[in-house]
Protein backbone atom coordinates (compact mmCIF):
# COMPACT_ATOMS: atom_id res chain seq x y z
CA UNK A 1 0.00 0.00 0.00
CA UNK A 2 1.72 3.14 -1.07
CA UNK A 3 1.95 5.79 1.94
CA UNK A 4 0.06 8.89 0.91
CA UNK A 5 2.48 11.99 0.48
CA UNK A 6 3.05 14.51 3.41
CA UNK A 7 1.71 17.76 3.55
CA UNK A 8 3.05 20.48 5.24
CA UNK A 9 0.61 23.04 6.40
CA UNK A 10 2.38 26.06 8.00
CA UNK A 11 0.48 28.60 10.30
CA UNK A 12 2.13 32.14 10.58
CA UNK A 13 0.53 33.34 14.03
CA UNK A 14 1.37 36.61 15.51
CA UNK A 15 -0.84 38.23 18.32
CA UNK A 16 -4.02 35.51 16.90
CA UNK A 17 -5.35 34.13 20.45
CA UNK A 18 -8.73 35.02 19.51
CA UNK A 19 -8.95 33.05 16.06
CA UNK A 20 -6.03 30.15 15.86
CA UNK A 21 -7.81 27.57 17.78
CA UNK A 22 -10.42 27.57 15.21
CA UNK A 23 -8.07 27.58 12.04
CA UNK A 24 -6.18 24.64 13.63
CA UNK A 25 -9.23 22.67 14.45
CA UNK A 26 -9.99 23.30 10.85
CA UNK A 27 -6.97 21.95 9.57
CA UNK A 28 -6.45 19.04 11.93
CA UNK A 29 -9.94 18.01 10.31
CA UNK A 30 -8.84 17.58 6.92
CA UNK A 31 -10.04 14.31 5.54
CA UNK A 32 -6.16 13.71 4.14
CA UNK A 33 -4.58 12.84 7.39
CA UNK A 34 -0.71 12.89 6.62
CA UNK A 35 0.20 15.82 7.53
CA UNK A 36 2.70 17.60 9.62
CA UNK A 37 1.28 21.28 11.45
CA UNK A 38 3.84 23.68 11.86
CA UNK A 39 3.07 26.56 13.98
CA UNK A 40 5.09 29.67 13.73
CA UNK A 41 5.08 31.77 16.47
CA UNK A 42 5.96 35.25 15.44
CA UNK A 43 6.96 36.84 18.44
CA UNK A 44 3.34 37.20 19.55
CA UNK A 45 3.22 39.14 22.64
CA UNK A 46 -0.74 37.84 23.86
CA UNK A 47 -1.31 34.20 24.20
CA UNK A 48 -0.80 33.14 20.97
CA UNK A 49 1.67 30.69 21.74
CA UNK A 50 0.10 29.26 24.95
CA UNK A 51 -2.76 28.36 22.60
CA UNK A 52 -0.45 26.73 20.18
CA UNK A 53 1.36 24.31 22.73
CA UNK A 54 -2.27 23.03 24.29
CA UNK A 55 -3.85 22.03 20.86
CA UNK A 56 0.75 20.59 19.86
CA UNK A 57 -0.50 18.69 23.40
CA UNK A 58 -3.40 16.98 22.39
CA UNK A 59 -2.70 16.64 18.26
CA UNK A 60 0.59 14.73 17.57
CA UNK A 61 1.16 15.61 14.20
CA UNK A 62 1.57 19.34 15.34
CA UNK A 63 4.30 21.34 16.51
CA UNK A 64 5.44 24.67 17.69
CA UNK A 65 8.24 26.83 16.46
CA UNK A 66 9.17 30.13 17.68
CA UNK A 67 11.19 33.14 16.49
CA UNK A 68 11.13 36.94 17.17
CA UNK A 69 9.13 39.23 14.85
CA UNK A 70 9.46 39.46 11.74
CA UNK A 71 6.08 39.64 9.74
CA UNK A 72 4.35 37.50 7.39
CA UNK A 73 6.62 36.43 5.06
CA UNK A 74 9.44 35.43 7.61
CA UNK A 75 7.57 33.65 9.10
CA UNK A 76 5.54 31.57 6.42
CA UNK A 77 9.92 31.05 5.03
CA UNK A 78 10.99 30.12 8.88
CA UNK A 79 8.14 27.39 9.30
CA UNK A 80 8.44 25.81 5.41
CA UNK A 81 12.46 25.78 6.55
CA UNK A 82 11.62 23.72 9.40
CA UNK A 83 8.99 21.37 7.44
CA UNK A 84 9.60 18.10 5.75
CA UNK A 85 6.67 17.87 3.05
CA UNK A 86 7.23 17.89 -0.40
CA UNK A 87 3.88 20.21 -0.38
CA UNK A 88 3.63 23.26 1.71
CA UNK A 89 0.37 24.13 2.40
CA UNK A 90 -0.39 27.83 4.07
CA UNK A 91 -3.15 29.19 6.24
CA UNK A 92 -3.49 32.01 8.07
CA UNK A 93 -4.11 32.04 11.75
CA UNK A 94 -7.78 33.68 11.61
CA UNK A 95 -8.99 31.29 8.49
CA UNK A 96 -10.99 28.23 7.88
CA UNK A 97 -10.47 24.91 5.73
CA UNK A 98 -13.06 22.81 4.53
CA UNK A 99 -12.32 19.28 5.25
CA UNK A 100 -11.51 18.16 1.76
CA UNK A 101 -9.54 20.69 1.06
CA UNK A 102 -6.22 18.97 1.15
CA UNK A 103 -7.19 15.69 -0.59
CA UNK A 104 -8.51 17.58 -3.04
CA UNK A 105 -5.82 19.54 -4.03
CA UNK A 106 -3.46 16.88 -3.67
CA UNK A 107 -5.39 14.60 -5.51
CA UNK A 108 -5.23 16.89 -8.61
CA UNK A 109 -1.43 17.66 -7.86
CA UNK A 110 -0.50 13.85 -8.34
CA UNK A 111 -2.51 13.48 -11.50
CA UNK A 112 -0.25 16.36 -12.65
CA UNK A 113 3.25 13.74 -12.20
CA UNK A 114 4.24 16.33 -9.59
CA UNK A 115 4.56 19.35 -12.84
CA UNK A 116 2.64 22.44 -11.45
CA UNK A 117 3.90 24.63 -9.26
CA UNK A 118 0.80 25.34 -7.07
CA UNK A 119 -2.82 24.39 -7.15
CA UNK A 120 -5.37 27.21 -5.66
CA UNK A 121 -9.13 27.36 -4.38
CA UNK A 122 -11.68 29.51 -4.21
CA UNK A 123 -12.81 31.05 -1.19
CA UNK A 124 -15.64 32.42 0.77
CA UNK A 125 -15.51 35.28 3.10
CA UNK A 126 -16.60 34.65 6.96
CA UNK A 127 -17.43 36.87 9.54
CA UNK A 128 -16.22 36.32 13.48
CA UNK A 129 -18.92 33.20 14.37
CA UNK A 130 -17.71 31.72 11.13
CA UNK A 131 -20.80 32.24 9.04
CA UNK A 132 -20.34 33.25 5.13
CA UNK A 133 -20.48 36.59 4.15
CA UNK A 134 -19.68 36.22 0.41
CA UNK A 135 -18.47 34.36 -2.26
CA UNK A 136 -15.00 35.30 -3.74
CA UNK A 137 -14.18 35.59 -7.46
CA UNK A 138 -14.74 32.23 -9.60
CA UNK A 139 -11.67 32.79 -11.80
CA UNK A 140 -10.48 29.53 -13.59
CA UNK A 141 -6.79 29.29 -14.89
CA UNK A 142 -4.84 26.84 -15.14
CA UNK A 143 -1.73 25.66 -17.02
CA UNK A 144 0.72 28.05 -18.38
CA UNK A 145 -1.40 31.04 -17.14
CA UNK A 146 1.52 34.01 -16.22
CA UNK A 147 0.31 36.79 -18.30
CA UNK A 148 -3.27 35.83 -17.19
CA UNK A 149 -2.33 35.46 -13.35
CA UNK A 150 -0.83 39.48 -13.71
CA UNK A 151 -3.70 40.80 -15.28
CA UNK A 152 -6.41 39.25 -12.61
CA UNK A 153 -5.35 37.72 -9.11
CA UNK A 154 -7.44 34.49 -9.62
CA UNK A 155 -6.33 33.29 -6.20
CA UNK A 156 -6.63 36.51 -3.74
CA UNK A 157 -5.98 34.66 -0.78
CA UNK A 158 -2.92 33.01 0.79
CA UNK A 159 -4.49 30.38 2.53
CA UNK A 160 -5.60 29.02 -0.85
CA UNK A 161 -2.45 27.55 -2.05
CA UNK A 162 -1.05 23.89 -1.68
CA UNK A 163 2.77 24.86 -3.05
CA UNK A 164 5.03 22.65 -4.50
CA UNK A 165 7.82 22.24 -2.22
CA UNK A 166 10.21 22.33 -5.83
CA UNK A 167 8.87 25.50 -7.10
CA UNK A 168 9.45 27.24 -3.59
CA UNK A 169 13.02 26.44 -3.15
CA UNK A 170 13.20 27.49 -7.25
CA UNK A 171 12.00 30.86 -6.45
CA UNK A 172 13.59 31.45 -3.10
CA UNK A 173 10.34 31.10 -1.09
CA UNK A 174 8.54 34.80 0.27
CA UNK A 175 9.96 37.50 -0.44
CA UNK A 176 10.14 39.21 2.75
CA UNK A 177 11.22 42.91 1.89
CA UNK A 178 7.51 43.60 0.53
CA UNK A 179 4.99 44.24 3.63
CA UNK A 180 2.03 43.15 1.42
CA UNK A 181 1.29 41.11 -1.91
CA UNK A 182 4.27 39.01 -1.12
CA UNK A 183 1.71 36.11 -1.40
CA UNK A 184 1.01 37.51 -5.30
CA UNK A 185 4.57 37.45 -5.89
CA UNK A 186 5.81 34.15 -4.87
CA UNK A 187 2.37 33.00 -7.31
CA UNK A 188 3.42 34.99 -10.10
CA UNK A 189 7.25 33.64 -9.58
CA UNK A 190 5.75 30.57 -9.97
CA UNK A 191 3.37 30.55 -12.66
CA UNK A 192 6.06 32.13 -14.77
CA UNK A 193 8.38 28.69 -14.64
CA UNK A 194 5.40 26.11 -13.81
CA UNK A 195 2.07 25.20 -14.86
CA UNK A 196 -0.60 25.68 -12.17
CA UNK A 197 -4.11 24.13 -11.63
CA UNK A 198 -7.12 24.59 -9.15
CA UNK A 199 -9.86 22.72 -7.85
CA UNK A 200 -13.30 24.65 -8.63
CA UNK A 201 -14.78 24.29 -4.94
CA UNK A 202 -14.97 26.89 -2.25
CA UNK A 203 -12.72 25.45 0.15
CA UNK A 204 -11.57 28.40 1.86
CA UNK A 205 -13.01 30.58 4.87
CA UNK A 206 -11.21 34.03 4.63
CA UNK A 207 -11.97 35.84 8.00
CA UNK A 208 -13.09 39.61 6.65
CA UNK A 209 -12.38 42.12 9.68
CA UNK A 210 -11.03 45.65 9.79
CA UNK A 211 -7.15 44.36 10.64
CA UNK A 212 -6.96 42.50 7.56
CA UNK A 213 -3.48 43.60 5.40
CA UNK A 214 -6.11 43.68 2.40
CA UNK A 215 -8.15 47.15 3.93
CA UNK A 216 -5.42 48.88 3.90
CA UNK A 217 -5.65 50.12 0.38
CA UNK A 218 -2.66 52.67 0.28
CA UNK A 219 -0.17 50.29 1.07
CA UNK A 220 -1.69 47.19 -1.33
CA UNK A 221 -1.41 50.26 -4.22
CA UNK A 222 2.18 51.00 -3.40
CA UNK A 223 3.24 46.75 -3.00
CA UNK A 224 1.15 45.95 -6.26
CA UNK A 225 3.48 48.92 -8.02
CA UNK A 226 6.43 47.50 -6.49
CA UNK A 227 5.67 44.06 -7.99
CA UNK A 228 5.23 44.53 -10.84
CA UNK A 229 8.15 46.88 -10.85
CA UNK A 230 10.44 43.89 -9.79
CA UNK A 231 8.75 41.57 -12.49
CA UNK A 232 9.74 43.88 -14.99
CA UNK A 233 13.47 44.61 -13.72
CA UNK A 234 13.49 40.65 -13.81
CA UNK A 235 12.79 40.76 -17.62
CA UNK A 236 9.37 39.34 -16.52
CA UNK A 237 7.15 39.18 -19.81
CA UNK A 238 4.15 41.30 -18.52
CA UNK A 239 2.23 43.55 -21.75
CA UNK A 240 2.14 47.00 -20.75
CA UNK A 241 -1.44 46.51 -21.60
CA UNK A 242 -1.82 44.44 -18.75
CA UNK A 243 0.20 47.02 -15.82
CA UNK A 244 -1.67 49.58 -17.03
CA UNK A 245 -4.86 48.38 -16.97
CA UNK A 246 -3.74 46.75 -13.50
CA UNK A 247 -2.42 50.27 -12.42
CA UNK A 248 -6.44 51.61 -13.11
CA UNK A 249 -7.84 48.43 -11.07
CA UNK A 250 -6.08 49.94 -7.90
CA UNK A 251 -6.68 53.23 -8.65
CA UNK A 252 -10.67 52.56 -8.68
CA UNK A 253 -10.29 50.91 -5.28
CA UNK A 254 -8.45 53.98 -4.50
CA UNK A 255 -11.66 55.97 -4.87
CA UNK A 256 -14.07 54.35 -2.74
CA UNK A 257 -11.67 54.99 0.24
CA UNK A 258 -11.12 58.32 -0.70
CA UNK A 259 -14.29 59.42 -1.10
CA UNK A 260 -15.88 57.29 2.42
CA UNK A 261 -13.10 59.71 4.12
CA UNK A 262 -14.66 62.67 2.43
CA UNK A 263 -11.73 63.84 0.48
CA UNK A 264 -13.98 64.04 -2.72
CA UNK A 265 -11.59 65.85 -4.69
CA UNK A 266 -8.92 63.19 -4.51
CA UNK A 267 -11.33 60.63 -4.82
CA UNK A 268 -11.52 61.95 -8.70
CA UNK A 269 -8.13 62.67 -9.29
CA UNK A 270 -8.02 58.73 -8.73
CA UNK A 271 -11.18 58.17 -10.96
CA UNK A 272 -9.71 59.95 -13.55
CA UNK A 273 -6.48 57.45 -13.58
CA UNK A 274 -8.52 54.65 -13.38
CA UNK A 275 -10.90 56.01 -16.36
CA UNK A 276 -7.40 57.09 -18.60
CA UNK A 277 -5.76 53.42 -17.43
CA UNK A 278 -8.44 51.40 -18.50
CA UNK A 279 -11.87 53.09 -19.53
CA UNK A 280 -14.28 50.68 -20.94
CA UNK A 281 -13.55 48.24 -17.50
CA UNK A 282 -13.74 51.42 -15.33
CA UNK A 283 -16.95 53.11 -17.12
CA UNK A 284 -19.04 49.88 -16.67
CA UNK A 285 -17.33 49.21 -12.78
CA UNK A 286 -18.21 52.88 -11.73
CA UNK A 287 -21.62 52.88 -13.04
CA UNK A 288 -22.08 49.39 -11.25
CA UNK A 289 -20.72 50.80 -7.93
CA UNK A 290 -23.43 53.38 -8.51
CA UNK A 291 -26.39 51.27 -9.37
CA UNK A 292 -25.56 49.08 -6.37
CA UNK A 293 -25.42 52.52 -4.14
CA UNK A 294 -28.40 53.89 -5.02
CA UNK A 295 -30.11 50.27 -4.67
CA UNK A 296 -28.99 49.87 -0.99
CA UNK A 297 -30.10 53.50 -0.32
CA UNK A 298 -33.50 53.05 -0.95
CA UNK A 299 -33.24 49.67 0.17
CA UNK A 300 -34.47 47.38 -2.83
CA UNK A 301 -32.42 44.30 -2.49
CA UNK A 302 -33.01 41.48 -5.46
CA UNK A 303 -32.22 38.51 -3.48
CA UNK A 304 -32.41 37.88 0.22
CA UNK A 305 -29.55 37.04 2.10
CA UNK A 306 -28.99 33.64 3.85
CA UNK A 307 -26.26 33.44 6.24
CA UNK A 308 -25.03 29.59 7.14
CA UNK A 309 -22.07 28.64 8.44
CA UNK A 310 -18.60 27.81 6.54
CA UNK A 311 -18.38 24.29 7.01
CA UNK A 312 -22.03 23.76 6.58
CA UNK A 313 -22.46 25.23 2.96
CA UNK A 314 -21.49 22.72 0.22
CA UNK A 315 -18.22 24.32 -1.15
CA UNK A 316 -19.33 23.72 -5.12
CA UNK A 317 -22.03 25.66 -4.52
CA UNK A 318 -22.10 29.03 -6.22
CA UNK A 319 -24.22 31.40 -3.62
CA UNK A 320 -24.99 34.67 -4.53
CA UNK A 321 -24.38 36.53 -1.35
CA UNK A 322 -25.12 40.24 -2.03
CA UNK A 323 -28.91 40.98 -1.95
CA UNK A 324 -28.38 44.73 -3.50
CA UNK A 325 -25.65 43.29 -6.88
CA UNK A 326 -26.47 43.69 -10.42
CA UNK A 327 -25.87 39.99 -12.25
CA UNK A 328 -26.26 41.28 -15.59
CA UNK A 329 -23.87 44.23 -15.12
CA UNK A 330 -21.35 41.40 -13.38
CA UNK A 331 -21.87 39.55 -16.11
CA UNK A 332 -20.74 42.26 -18.74
CA UNK A 333 -17.68 43.03 -16.66
CA UNK A 334 -16.77 39.01 -16.38
CA UNK A 335 -17.23 38.80 -20.31
CA UNK A 336 -14.69 41.64 -21.05
CA UNK A 337 -12.09 40.08 -18.30
CA UNK A 338 -12.97 36.21 -20.30
CA UNK A 339 -12.07 38.06 -23.97
CA UNK A 340 -8.58 40.12 -22.47
CA UNK A 341 -7.36 36.71 -20.25
CA UNK A 342 -8.66 34.59 -23.97
CA UNK A 343 -5.99 36.74 -25.30
CA UNK A 344 -3.30 36.93 -22.93
CA UNK A 345 -3.54 32.70 -22.90
CA UNK A 346 -1.51 33.35 -26.52
CA UNK A 347 0.98 34.93 -25.35
CA UNK A 348 1.57 32.36 -22.38
CA UNK A 349 1.70 29.42 -24.61
CA UNK A 350 4.36 31.89 -26.47
CA UNK A 351 6.15 32.20 -23.13
CA UNK A 352 6.03 28.27 -22.24
CA UNK A 353 7.79 27.53 -25.86
CA UNK A 354 10.67 29.25 -24.78
CA UNK A 355 11.62 28.75 -21.66
CA UNK A 356 14.90 30.31 -21.83
CA UNK A 357 14.92 33.70 -21.14
CA UNK A 358 16.79 35.46 -17.78
CA UNK A 359 13.54 35.82 -16.02
CA UNK A 360 13.03 32.12 -15.98
CA UNK A 361 16.55 31.71 -13.89
CA UNK A 362 16.24 31.85 -10.29
CA UNK A 363 15.27 34.97 -8.32
CA UNK A 364 17.06 36.08 -5.14
CA UNK A 365 14.59 35.21 -2.12
CA UNK A 366 14.80 32.80 0.75
CA UNK A 367 16.37 29.63 0.93
CA UNK A 368 13.60 27.55 2.52
CA UNK A 369 16.19 24.59 2.92
CA UNK A 370 18.15 26.58 5.39
CA UNK A 371 16.75 25.23 8.78
CA UNK A 372 19.11 27.33 10.89
CA UNK A 373 18.00 30.52 9.98
CA UNK A 374 15.57 30.98 7.84
CA UNK A 375 16.63 34.10 6.64
CA UNK A 376 16.97 35.70 3.04
CA UNK A 377 20.03 34.52 0.81
CA UNK A 378 20.85 36.11 -2.06
CA UNK A 379 21.53 33.85 -4.55
Request: with cysteine.
Amino acid sequence: MTKEPLVSVIVPAWNSERTLLATLESVAAQTHRNLEIVIVDDGSTDSTAAVAAAFCEREPRARLVRKENGGLSSARNFGMSAARGDWFAPIDADDLWHRTKIEKQLALALRSAGSVGFIYCWYREVDDAGRVLASGPRVPLSGRVFSQLAYVNAVENGSALLLSRRAVEDIGGYDESLPALEDVMLQLRIAARYPIDLVREHLVGWRRHSSNMSSDIDLIRRCSREVYSRLIAERAPLPPRVVRRVWARNAFHTVKQRADAGEYATALAWLARALAGDPLRSTILLGHRAARSIRRRLGRPGRVLRISRFEEVDPAAELLMDPFDLPQVQALLDAIDRRRLDRLSQMDAKMACSRSGDFLRKTPGVDVADTQSGKRKQT
